[in-house]
């Protein structure tokens, strides 16, 4: 078949594109012969068409020249050629001087607006909050520093990560939302190098907080970035309080030593073990954990009033009407929960649960206590318990020492899972001998698996997503969560009961997809972990504080049933339930309305209610408390407040510490040993 002769204008097209791609002096030679083809003309005509033109030719020819020249800026002389000659050279000297000085100045502003994009200029602030790699936490700890910085002025948070300055910008705007009064300020370099580190002015900040990576070597690169901290220390030494987070326990020790005397280390893997394991047993429980960690709720906050000195901690508890004490600060130690007869020293700080710290005014609400509606003591509840598990990572078996550490003598926790029956084996006879461990491999994405088990029998269900494995996608772990659930919401139908479900999901994008009921517990590791390293940035004495709430067995918050404290029926005050709670040696900081359950968005939850509150109380409802780590009626609180060394000697004994640093000795505390 005969080929089609190409076009007059494809190959006109064809030699166009040849002659640019011969380089610069063919770009320049048509830029000439465009300039000339334009202007030459144009000059034409103006001349010709001119009032005052030149009568001859010649005239008018050199007047055309004149206005191409000035038009050009080509000189645009007449006279001899020797002039015209003269005239053109300098113009285009002149030219290439103004176009050389131009693109000079164009280079140097483009490279310094990419430096600048880049990340790569360094910080000149003082007081501002330093954020340290790049992980599922850091918008949920960009987003407390931003909430918490929202009535200061000038705060500012600056961001550095082995990224692009502009995705990073991008992604936190977009998940973090308006930043306020507060400035955000990404920079683009690995944390671990200490001239990159150098860019944040780490001497200078307020606080530094130092993010674990999402991948397995993550811990390590948390203690590379911790010594480059101290590398990048002034001659003095000092340096800006530092709070760190590992996941595995065999790097704490490491982060200890590298962050310092003024460093707290989080391991988050405890941390959040504890917190399932705590729902678990007590459904709930995770949004009392939120609440109190976020700074959009109430928070803890130290005070002082003189005219409480001499008095007893019992009177304390109802000496604030929108403020909840729950502890002490002696000697630079917190003392959550001391006896209510311990009596308030000069230089005691009072630990009280507000929302915001110049919300913690007195006022004696002792008036409003109705002792006559206060319930008296019920037998406890030793029923062992039954909980299920789905699935299996490296969180599982500490879930279940702290599942089996509490629940009551006969316990059973049944484990399915698709894991070698030896691991989950030896999870479990790790924990003790007052509960047992049964393990059914299965896959818990496949119905059969769930189908075969009797979901009715279990007091709580915990749902766990797996490890990622190598080469798959990050969000794989929490597409099985939601599977899984959605088997079992399908089996709660069929059995006509809807059972307490504690779900790990990774991705907090996830949670609205997740088939649960409303107020379920869902733990968001990564965000749990991100508001507690915010907290401890703000306020350091709060470490101690969240170290002893989360501690194996130390004072815990705990969701009690409220006919332990009021008559069912019976219209009473707040204060009503905090005399109660006081009289069996216990905090209340709030309570959760049975008939609100389903309502967001606090599913019945209300934390550090007026005193003078007053509600119809059912046997439903549950009041917040803070107490002992047992699930009995409490006969007193501890009666004095842990010291430096009895936080070591019980961190070390079963090494089961979640902070490290001044968070379990104070400031200029030595690190632990082993």
């Known amino acids: 078949m005969e080929q089609r002769r190409p076009g007059l204008g494809a190959r006109a097209r064809y030699w166009f594109d040849t002659t640019l791609a011969r380089g610069t002096s063919a770009l320049v030679g048509w830029l000439v012969v465009v300039c000339l083809a334009l202007v030459v003309p144009a000059s034409a005509v103006l001349v010709w068409t001119a009032p ?46 103004v176009s050389t000085l131009v693109g000079l100045i164009t280079t140097g502003l483009t490279e310094r607006l990419i430096a600048l994009r880049r990340g790569r200029s360094t910080l000149v602030e003082h007081g501002h909050v330093v954020v340290l790699g790049w992980s599922e936490q850091v918008f949920t700890v960009v987003g407390e520093l931003v909430a918490a910085g929202a009535n200061q002025r000038g705060s500012a948070v600056a961001v550095l990560a082995d990224r692009d300055k502009t995705a990073m910008e991008e992604a936190l705007y977009s998940k973090v939302g308006p930043t306020g009064r507060t400035r955000l300020i990404c920079r683009s370099g690995p944390p671990a190098d200490p001239a990159v580190l150098a860019l944040t002015s780490p001497a200078t900040a307020g606080s530094v907080l130092v993010l674990p990576p999402d991948d397995s070597r993550g811990d390590a690169d948390v203690v590379k970035t911790l010594l480059a901290l101290r590398a990048t220390a002034s001659g003095d030494g000092a340096t800006a309080p530092v709070v760190a987070a590992v996941r595995d326990g065999s790097y704490l020790l490491a982060a200890r030593l590298a962050a310092g005397e003024r460093g707290i280390v989080v391991e988050s893997d405890t941390v959040t ?49 929108h403020a909840s004490a729950v ?18 020293g000069p230089d005691d700080q009072i630990i009280v649960i507000t929302a915001d710290d110049d919300t913690a005014e007195l006022a004696d609400c002792t008036w409003c206590v109705e002792e006559r509606l206060m319930a008296g003591p019920r037998p406890r509840d030793t029923r062992p318990e039954r909980v299920l598990v789905l699935g299996w990572n490296r969180r599982a078996p500490l879930i279940l020492r702290e599942w089996g550490r509490n629940a009551p003598p006969g316990s059973v926790a049944d484990v399915v899972a698709d894991e070698d029956e030896t691991t989950v084996r030896t999870a479990c006879d790790a924990g003790g001998a007052d509960w047992g461990c049964v393990h059914r491999r299965g896959d818990t994405t496949r119905p059969e698996t769930l189908y ?58 996830n949670r609205p997809l997740a088939p649960l009921g409303p107020g379920a517990d869902v733990i968001i590791s990564g965000k749990l972990i991100g508001l507690l ?40 005050s707040f204060a009503t339930v905090v005399a109660a709670a006081r009289d069996r040696g216990e905090c209340a900081i709030g309570y959760r309305s049975h008939a609100g359950t389903g309502r967001a968005p606090g599913y019945g ?14 046997t439903g409802d549950e009041v917040v408390v803070i107490a002992g780590a047992g699930d009995g009626h409490a006969s007193g609180s501890g009666s004095v407040p842990r010291s430096r060394d009895a936080r070591h000697e019980r961190h070390d004994g079963d090494r089961d510490g979640r902070f490290g640093g001044d968070a379990l000795a104070g400031d200029g505390a030595d690190p632990p040993t082993r």
């Open 533 to 572: 390293m915010a907290q401890i940035s703000q306020n350091r004495h709060l470490a101690a504080v969240f170290d002893e709430l989360f501690s194996a067995g130390g004072t815990q918050i705990h969701l009690r049933s409220a006919a332990d404290y009021v008559l069912p029926g019976q219209e009473a």
């Open 452 to 509: 075969g088990l009797d979901i009715a029998s279990y007091d709580s269900v915990v749902v766990l997503g797996q490890d990622p494995r190598p080469g798959e996608a990050p969000e794989e772990p929490d597409n099985r969560t939601l599977v899984t659930l959605l088997v079992l919401r399908h089996l709660e139908q069929r059995i006509g009961r809807e059972l307490p479900v504690v779900t790990e999901l990774t991705d907090d994008g």
């Open 327 to 344: 502890g002490l600060i002696r000697a630079g130690v917190p003392w959550l929960n001391p006896p209510a007869r311990t009596v308030i």
């Open 605 to 618: 939850l209300r934390v550090n209610p007026p005193k003078t509150d007053r509600r119809r109380w059912t």
């Open 52 to 97: 005052h033109a030149p009568a001859g030719l010649p005239g008018k020819l050199a007047q055309v020249w004149r206005l191409t020249g000035e038009t050009l800026r080509l000189g645009g002389t007449t006279g001899t050629p020797l002039r015209v000659l003269l005239s053109v050279l300098l113009a285009l000297v002149a030219l290439v001087y």
């Open 273 to 321: 073990a504890r917190l399932i394991a705590q729902a678990a047993r007590r459904p709930g429980l995770s949004l009392v954990h939120r609440e109190l960690l976020d700074f959009a709720g109430h928070e803890f906050y130290p005070t002082s009033h003189p005219s409480l000195v001499g008095r007893d901690f019992g009177d304390v508890l109802l000496s604030y009407g």
